[in-house]
């Protein structure tokens, strides 16, 4: 699979009140086993960058939190033209960019310390109430945020995927007191770290995902069992469908797509 065009998708990000910039160096522990930045470092770092604009904004969890509410991350997608290494340095850019349906948007563009664009995504937020744990209407939330309407660094919507039709390649895991936030359920990056490693160890040691697709549909706990299984759905080795499931009840917690090349 060829590299995403990403350069061209994502054009430099003027310099606005509501675009936050967050500098981060690539130290020891955000870097694979090959030395290059950890997609799960990347997106890591994606977290901390919006969680920061969201407390500039009056919008963190924290706050919202006090008001009964809280931020629950729906839909993702990235693409990855590059990953750089140790010692590197990358800046995000964030920022709200519009409303889709129940969804607020917020947009990423990552640059390696040559300008040059190494990663672009976009993603969809619920609002939900705490204790009713379900969405409520984001438009009031949506103009806390004074979103930079229809700027986006990608053109793709983000669409419900597919469910998984055939199991070829499963692993299970738990979930580890370390895999949960401030909401006392699995954080979402720990998601993308099942997802990612369920793929076939023979791919893990060959190829890096350069696109990842995913839909939050449920909540894990701490010491839910969790089964992962995905699904080839081309002959060339680049493109998998995954969905991780509670294993007690067999609930599907979530949906993605993946897309790979060799190293």
């Not at 920061?52 to 904004?57: D, E, F, I, S």
């Amino acid at each position: 699979m060829d590299t995403p065009d990403i350069s061209r998708e994502a054009p430099a990000v003027a310099l606005e009140p509501n675009v936050w910039k967050e500098s981060y160096p690539i130290r020891t522990y955000e870097v694979d086993c090959r030395n290059r930045l950890s997609i799960i470092s990347m997106f890591n770092f994606m977290q901390d960058a919006a969680s920061k604009h969201a407390q500039a904004l009056g919008v963190s969890v924290r706050r919202l939190l006090s008001e009964n509410y809280t931020w629950l991350l729906s839909r993702l997608k990235i693409k990855i033209a590059s990953y750089p290494g140790i010692n590197d340095r990358i800046q995000i850019a964030t920022w709200p960019s519009g409303t889709q349906r129940l969804f607020a948007l917020r947009d990423f563009e990552l640059r390696n310390g040559s300008n040059q664009v190494i990663a672009a995504a976009v993603s969809a937020w619920l609002v939900i109430d705490v204790q009713r744990r379900r969405p409520v209407r984001i438009l009031p939330f949506v103009d806390r945020l004074n979103p930079l309407e229809g700027r986006h660094v990608l053109p793709d919507t983000l669409d419900k995927l597919p469910s998984l039709k055939h199991r070829i390649y499963e692993k299970n895991f738990i979930a580890r007191y370390g895999d949960l936030d401030v909401n006392q359920h699995v954080n979402n990056v720990s998601f993308v770290d099942w997802v990612v490693e369920g793929v076939p160890s023979s791919l893990l040691n060959t190829s890096a995902p350069v696109q990842l697709e995913i839909n939050f549909l449920a909540e894990a706990f701490y010491e839910d069992c969790i089964l992962v299984a995905c699904h080839l759905r081309d002959p060339d080795n680049t493109v998998f469908h995954h969905s991780p499931t509670r294993q007690a009840d067999g609930r599907e917690l979530a949906r993605a797509r993946s897309f790979w090349r060799p190293f």
